[in-house]
């Protein structure tokens, strides 16, 4: 018999995921947001990671109406896991979800949890909440799987169906079975992990070596840009190496790179572990937004600087401003009490952020700036050029290139 599924949580993971299920099995898309479900039913997707048409051709059925989930033979948890202000894990949205599904699971339910957690969270967090909820018990009455996600947003090539995929599961069978669903929708390589536990770090392992990683870069940046010596010629010269890992310096926001050390971090504190390294990381890009401000006062000479700020999102190509760093350097510059300029072809300004800035729906409409900050290089934003762009400088004004998107020219992210 063909299983029913449910994907609870349609952000960037959950609705490419529904989409591709549905070619293969009955799909239920569920999701709180009156707003969200609204937008797909129109065939719009806000987060730009699935087109019209496919919205249009797909047999998923979105909606809110939580009572159509108790036909569902398999549910897939994609909710978002932030963190509070104090960095430590908000697993309010996951126990929502558990609490939600535990009143529609039956006897074989399988349910898998691909949002990010610390390791042991679906064991010890959530599988108590799904038998309290249920009045059911673990691999008696329902099974229980984890698939760390890895959507990479605005990445139009390493798309769902083409990433390697992890899976796991509270059984040996349960794996299997999990594996098969999966098979029908990854073309690329599925594989077992010997535990929930060990699945659940592999996918924070890798976030947190990547957020380590550019933290080194931001760093080694800062150390160069006191010495004069260009970042990105370094770089060119390293990865000539074979073995060279190929990181840039940049800014570290999101929901994933710049969170999920914090729930490593947490989990090792509570063992009694000092997690130096993977602290230091966050502190390091955290930072940068503040070195940023600093630089470019510095450069510009000039107490209230005009600054135009290219790019708000937290990465290219990507209309998401959750934890974008951006912000933060625009926070920075108005405790300066400068209100920066801002233009990104993605984003429409939102009136209710808490901050100063001057938005623009085109580069046509800024006056002359002493400095213009090239943060997030959407690729509309990188087509202008370095010379259409600086046009918008006043003579001898400076141009910053956070990521070194422009090859050989004389201004790069060196900090």
């Not at 994907?7 to 898309?29: R, S």
Request: charged share 25%.
């Amino acid at each position: 018999m063909t299983p029913k599924i449910s994907v609870i949580g349609l952000g960037y993971v959950g609705l490419p995921l529904a989409i591709a299920f549905a070619k293969h099995y009955p799909v239920i898309g569920y999701d709180i947001s009156t707003k969200r479900i609204s937008g797909l039913l129109d065939n719009q997707d806000i987060t730009n990671e699935v087109s019209p048409s496919m919205l249009k051709n797909s047999k998923a059925l979105f909606t809110n109406n939580e009572i159509l989930l108790k036909e569902s033979d398999i549910f897939i948890v994609t909710v978002p896991t932030p963190v509070f202000s104090n960095n430590k894990p908000n697993l309010s949205m996951l126990k929502n979800a558990c609490t939600l599904i535990g009143r529609f699971l039956k006897r074989g339910s399988i349910i898998i949890f691909e949002s990010t957690v610390y390791p042991g969270c679906t064991e010890d967090y959530c599988i108590p909440i799904l038998e309290k909820s249920s009045k059911l018990k673990l691999n008696n009455e329902f099974f229980v799987g984890y698939s760390p996600e890895r959507i990479n947003p605005g990445d139009k090539q390493h798309t769902f169906t083409k990433i390697n995929k992890v899976v796991s599961a509270s059984t040996p069978l349960a794996a299997k079975k999990i594996a098969k669903i999966y098979g029908k929708v990854i073309d690329a390589k599925i594989f077992i992990a010997s535990s929930i536990k060990v699945a659940e770090a592999a996918k924070i392992i890798e976030n947190t070596q990547r957020d380590i990683n550019i933290a080194l870069m931001n760093e080694f940046s800062l150390i160069l840009q006191k010495m004069d010596i260009r970042t990105k010629d370094v770089l060119d010269a390293a990865k000539t190496k074979w073995n060279f890992l190929d990181f840039k310096p940049g800014l570290v926001g999101g929901h994933c790179i710049g969170v999920d050390p914090y729930y490593l971090a947490f989990k090792a504190q509570d063992l009694g572990i000092n997690p130096r390294v993977i602290l230091s990381g966050r502190d390091v890009n955290n930072s940068i937004p503040k070195h940023i401000v600093k630089k470019i006062i510095l450069e510009t000479g000039v107490k209230k600087p005009k600054i135009l700020i290219l790019g708000f999102t937290f990465k290219p190509d990507c209309p998401d401003i959750r934890n974008s760093k951006v912000l933060d350097v625009i926070k920075h510059f108005n405790k300066r009490n400068i209100t920066p300029y801002l233009y990104d072809p993605l984003y429409e300004s939102d009136p209710e952020l808490n901050l100063k800035y001057i938005f623009k729906n085109s580069l046509d409409k800024f006056p002359s700036m002493h400095s213009i900050l090239l943060l997030v290089p959407h690729k509309k934003l990188v087509q202008y050029g370095p010379s259409n762009l600086k046009k918008l400088l006043i003579k001898d004004g400076y141009f910053f290139d956070m990521s070194s998107s422009f090859a050989n020219h004389e201004s790069d992210g060196s900090l």
